[in-house]
């Protein structure tokens, strides 16, 4: 990674600034705003997103022949960095860096075809089916079976914590094909195109902050094609550990977990401290976000050594201990911006939390939105295999057991 | 020393039990607080007919002269069941204050109807940080002789709504941070100039904003303009009714987190034998026992008459720093069925957030105590 900034990068910015400083409409900006969850209100982000693709800009890491951008590692901060200044809400990660990434590898020529495009443009929204009641951490024990029949399978069972499945038209998910061996063999990867199907029953769930965001799915009885399979049947997975790797990635990230540090430290310098005095000048809250910002430096760190190619990323820890690091960070960002919202967080504005609802808020976004995304923010060392899980795998890489 | 409940304690700590028990389940409480009541009126009737609305008031004043002891010992059921009715605000802020003030004939008068359960008070003194400090009210009160006039907001009142008068913490003279010139007021809610922003907290509290427009109080309205104190103790004795609560909400987490660890199977056996689980319920057992033991003890000091501003802090503190953490440990032991609105383990973790941030947060008592108050 080149450390200095010449003429090219800084007229890359300025067309970068330019973009992202006239394209986003009103709504998009308010759903930047109104962000309390990595997973951004969904009308307004899928709309963000076809516009971004509209740009060429909607997959920055994509491979070019799949509709990447091509820039280099400097341009891709770049991009991110200006992004996050503007608060713009965050693509959905299910398409760009789930199930995209995993059909560029190990998808089929036809699958590639078929869902690509629908993925980058972003007409589809793809939600992940993998966790059962049964099956969470011990994902691979999962009973949802499909049963073949013809040219088709049929699926019986459910699925639970499905993100956005009330919001999606298509679904990855893992099925038992065999439950005669070890648990990990008789799983396949499949691909449903489309939602609306006889027997399949949806149902949301709401989460801490009073909001709809994760569901449960039933089926009862469903047909879907077996030419959905990704990968050989019962051989699904490696196909799901394959994905893993890229859910726990996250290569750009530093810039938004700056955007927390700013938006504190912008909320501290116009609320008094219970001693008398402006927060932002109070040392002890100086000493606290200090801690924080120090901490998202040495993300921001990490994941520099990791695109410039430094061995560090090779370690078999390393998805993991990104996972742990960046979720428990957010959790300890979230927690101090309830802690500078206080009382003042306390009111429930759930229809001032709605883009486009018009509402007038008791008092100003940053007390609207702290105590949801720290309420929120508590899924985050849940989802994507718990930090316990983590740290398991973590430890296998440092002392056999 | 003895630390426990008195046999009357704990016969009105059990009958509070199970009445909550059977009447205030986490289904029904749920069904009552998205309902568009703020609170249950069958309930608040049974907590007059139990004498609970006049417990923590002296015979003088009509009341039945209980100790911070007996607030305790339904305070721990009280946060176990998530208790949304307005004791707090009506009767602990409110109703403390008005019998503080109690020489005066309307503030008798008001003090009555509360504790007859005929009229219900809030205590307008939050200013929006917490106002632990009684000495950073600002809310400006100009004092004509004969009457008073009152300019500012108050913040988060809760139970303001529903109120048939407002008890106000004003300043009459001087800068936020001096302790005198504060006074406190007797304010009709529906008065001119008075506006209400009323809404729901996180967990399930009815609350408003309220603010003052040139609003005017007679003189027999004035209750004190030396009020210092009677805030600062009126303050004090609620810190340690809401710390009851937080104990009881984190005492019930431990119990339904180990319940739900020693019954949630992943890899074929429970999740308690994990050790990390394990230790993290231990941690939990820690945290609550220390928390219910600064409470008891506290509790005991102030019944003395012997609790310093110091040691209200370190239970506030506590309370606060380790509510949070056995509620965040509880949601992480549930794993994705902790993150819902459908348990009740995340709406302890919500009530025990609330707590934390009224009268001032963990961070703010532990200043107060590390700078040797
Ligand atoms: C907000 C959110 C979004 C999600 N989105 C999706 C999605 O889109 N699609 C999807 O398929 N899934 C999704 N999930 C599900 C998520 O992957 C699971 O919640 C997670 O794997 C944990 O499973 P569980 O909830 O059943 O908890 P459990 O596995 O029951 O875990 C309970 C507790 O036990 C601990 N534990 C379990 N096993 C061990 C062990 N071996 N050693 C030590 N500790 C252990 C856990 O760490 C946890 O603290 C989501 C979850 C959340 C909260």
């Known amino acids: ?401 | 020393m003895d630390f426990t409940f008195t046999d009357e304690q704990a016969m009105l700590r059990e009958s509070v039990s199970r009445y909550l028990h059977k009447h205030y389940t986490f289904a029904a409480r749920q069904a009552l607080v998205s309902s568009d009541r703020p609170y249950s009126a069958e309930v608040w009737q049974h907590f007059v007919d139990l004498g609970l609305l006049s417990l923590p008031f002296p015979e003088s004043v009509g009341g039945v002269g209980g100790s911070v002891v007996d607030l305790v010992a339904i305070g721990e059921p009280f946060g176990e069941h998530l208790l949304v009715e307005p004791y707090l605000a009506s009767v602990l802020l409110a109703g403390k204050a008005l019998a503080a003030t109690a020489d005066n004939v309307r503030a008798r008068d008001w003090l009555q109807r509360i504790l007859a359960g005929t009229a219900l008070g809030a205590f307008a003194h939050e200013e929006g940080n917490g106002t632990p400090d009684p000495a950073q009210v600002a809310l400006r009160c100009k004092g004509t002789g004969a009457a008073f006039q009152l300019d500012g907001e108050k913040r988060l009142v809760l139970g303001a709504a529903e109120a048939d008068v407002l008890v106000v913490t004003a300043r009459v003279e001087g800068e936020p941070g001096r302790r005198d010139g504060l006074a406190l007021l007797l304010v009709a809610p529906g008065a001119p100039g008075v506006r209400l922003t009323p809404f729901t907290t996180v967990d399930g509290r009815s609350a408003a904003h309220v603010a003052f427009d040139s609003v005017e109080v007679p003189a027999e309205d004035c209750l004190s303009t030396d009020a210092y104190a009677v805030i600062t103790s009126t303050v004090g004795d609620a810190l340690v009714s809401l710390s009851a609560e937080a104990v009881g909400a984190m005492g019930a987490l431990l119990r339904q987190t180990a319940e739900f660890a020693t019954t949630r199977r992943q890899f074929g056996v429970p999740i308690a034998t994990f050790q990390v689980v394990a230790h993290r319920l231990a941690d939990m057992k820690i945290d609550v026992t220390k928390a219910r033991a600064s409470l008891l003890y506290t509790a005991a000091l102030v019944e003395a008459g012997r609790a310093t501003p110091r040691d209200l802090s370190v239970l506030k503190a506590q309370v606060g720093r380790l509510g949070r953490s056995v509620a965040e440990a509880a949601v992480q032991t549930h794993g994705g069925i902790g993150t819902t609105d459908e348990l009740a383990i995340g709406h302890y973790l919500k009530r025990l957030l609330a707590i934390d941030a009224m009268f001032g947060d963990s961070d703010y008592h532990y200043r107060v105590v590390g700078a040797g108050a």
């Open chain 1, 1 to 401: 990674m080149d450390l200095t900034t010449g003429p090219e990068l800084d007229a890359f910015r300025e067309e970068v600034a330019a973009f992202l400083d006239t394209a986003p409409t009103d709504a998009i900006r308010e759903a930047g705003r109104k962000l309390t969850s990595v997973f951004s209100p969904f009308d307004e982000v899928m709309e963000w997103h076809r516009i971004l693709h509209r740009r060429g800009w909607a997959a920055p890491a994509w491979p070019v022949e799949h509709g990447g951008t091509g820039w280099s590692v400097e341009q891709r901060y770049v991009f991110a960095e200006e992004y996050a200044r503007r608060n713009l809400p965050p693509l959905l990660p299910n398409g760009l860096k789930m199930i995209g990434p995993l059909l560029i590898d190990l998808g089929s020529e036809e699958q590639k075809q078929q869902h690509l495009p629908g993925i980058l443009a972003g007409e589809d929204y793809w939600t992940q089916g993998y966790s059962e009641p049964g099956a969470g951490s011990d994902l691979a024990s999962l009973s949802c079976a499909a049963v073949a029949d013809g040219d088709d399978y049929i699926l019986n069972g459910s699925k639970i914590w499905t993100t956005l499945a009330h919001r999606a038209n298509r679904m990855f998910m893992l099925v038992r094909t065999d439950s005669s061996g070890r648990k990990q063999h008789g799983i396949t990867f499949l691909l449903l195109d489309r939602l609306d199907l006889p027997g399949l029953q949806i149902r949301p769930i709401v989460g801490l902050d009073g909001l709809p965001e994760q569901c449960e799915v039933f089926f009862e009885d469903v047909r879907v094609p077996q030419s959905g399979r990704v990968g050989a049947e019962n051989e699904g997975w490696a196909v799901a550990k394959h994905l893993l790797t890229h859910e726990r990635g996250g290569s750009t990230s530093s810039p938004s977990l700056y955007r927390f540090v700013q938006t504190i430290r912008e909320a501290a310098a116009v609320r008094t401290s219970p001693f008398g005095g402006r927060l932002v000048d109070d040392p002890v809250f100086q000493r606290d976000l200090g801690e924080l910002e120090a901490e998202v430096a040495s993300v921001e760190h990490v994941e520099k050594l990791a695109v410039s190619g430094h061995p560090i990323s090779a370690d078999l820890a390393f998805p993991s201990l990104n996972k742990t690091v960046s979720s428990e960070l957010t959790q300890r960002l979230t927690t101090l911006m309830a802690r500078v919202a206080g009382l003042q967080g306390l009111p429930q504005q759930l229809q001032a939390l709605h883009v486009g609802s018009g509402a007038a808020l008791l008092s100003d976004d940053f007390d609207l939105v702290a105590l949801p995304y720290y309420l929120n923010s508590r899924a985050a060392s849940i989802y994507a295999g718990t930090n316990e899980v983590q740290r398991d795998l973590i430890a296998r890489t440092v002392a056999a057991r």
